[in-house]
């Protein structure tokens, strides 16, 4: 199984709104990802998680929180959003993160397209 | 830090034209190049991936790389593109001094005319 998959694949919610993104992996990998990508750009790292614990934040802001309960599960925990907000949110796994890793590809997810009004 | 370069930004062709892709990237030690794909409205497929080895790497759909170490360069090609190319293709790449951080180039929007 070489499958991430994420939930839901569509959402909007307004700018009170709470919601979350979840992401889920079964192969066993160690680190998992959070991208942001906008129309016809490149995904933007977010989030870095490494045996469960986070080891990048790319200068997030505060309203979008992530959590790793346990080594196949990513969330994206959401509140406050703004309409600049709105993109398609991606979820990559590998089987490490960190120097050793460097070889080791990312699996992409289908992403979740949020839309925030 | 890395940077990533794909200086094509719109790719207009007509089927069965030859394809050509460029990538160059900054770092200048041992690094880990990829191409993926990304279908309208799909996520992103990995179409190939160089590691080390044999320069030349051959990926799905008929698609090869070429690592040129002196150039920094990993251009993508294809022979001859179908209608069904049609879509944004990423390069990126990683090193072992940023871990398995992905830098990737800013995309090159491929539109195959039947």
């Known amino acids: 199984d070489t499958e991430v998959t994420q939930t839901p694949k569509h959402l909007v919610m307004g700018m009170t709104n709470k919601k979350s993104l979840k992401c889920e992996q079964h192969?066993?990998?160690?680190?998992m990802y959070w991208y942001k990508q906008k129309a016809k750009k490149p995904p933007e790292l977010m989030f870095v998680?490494?045996?469960?614990?986070?080891?990048i934040n790319e200068s997030v802001p505060s309203r979008f929180s992530p959590e790793c309960p346990n080594s196949s599960l990513l969330n994206l925990h959401l509140h406050a959003l703004q309409p600049e907000d709105s993109a398609l949110y991606l979820c990559?796994?590998?089987?490490?993160?960190?120097?050793?890793?460097?070889?080791?590809?990312?699996?992409f997810g289908p992403g979740t397209r949020l839309t925030v009004t | 830090a890395q940077s990533v370069s794909q200086h094509n930004h719109h790719v207009i062709l007509s089927e069965a034209a030859s394809l050509e892709l460029g990538c160059n990237y900054s770092?200048?030690?041992?690094?880990?190049l990829f191409w993926y794909v990304q279908y309208p409205g799909q996520h992103l497929q990995l179409l190939l991936k160089?590691?080390?080895?044999?320069?030349l790497v051959k990926g799905i759909k008929g698609f090869e790389a070429e690592f040129i170490k002196s150039k920094f360069s990993f251009n993508l090609r294809k022979p001859s593109v179908q209608w069904s190319d049609t879509a944004e293709y990423f390069c990126?790449?990683?090193?072992?001094?940023?871990?398995?951080?992905?830098?990737f180039g800013t995309g090159t929007s491929l539109t195959v005319i039947p």
């Open positions: 990559a796994s590998s089987q490490t993160a960190g120097r050793a890793a460097s070889s080791y590809e990312q699996y």
């Open positions: 192969m066993g990998h160690r680190a």
């Open positions: 998680y490494s045996y469960e614990k986070l080891s």
């Open positions: 770092y200048g030690g041992t690094v880990n």
């Open positions: 160089y590691f080390s080895g044999d320069p």
């Open positions: 990126a790449v990683t090193s072992a001094n940023t871990g398995n951080q992905f830098y």
